[in-house]
């Protein structure tokens, strides 16, 4: 999956179907920069709770 594909879910309730097995639900976050702002959490990456995965990660998503 591309980078835009998963924008449109920011903020949303959704699951996540990762290629590693993980299957993921809840908020989708996306961390543009390093900074307190974001807890300092990993950059360019997207969240779901503390899970964290980049968008070549995603087989499939899911709207809830």
Not at 3 to 8: I, N
Not at 34 to 49: L, T, W
Request: proline share 2%; aromatic share 16%.
């Amino acid at each position: 999956m591309i980078l835009t594909d998963l924008f449109e879910y920011i903020g949303k309730r959704i699951r996540v179907y990762l290629n590693d097995g993980r299957v993921l639900e809840g908020v989708l976050e996306y961390i543009p920069t390093y900074s307190e702002m974001y807890q300092f959490r990993r950059v360019k990456h997207f969240y779901i709770g503390e899970e964290s995965f980049r968008c070549h990660h995603v087989e499939k998503v899911e709207e809830i």
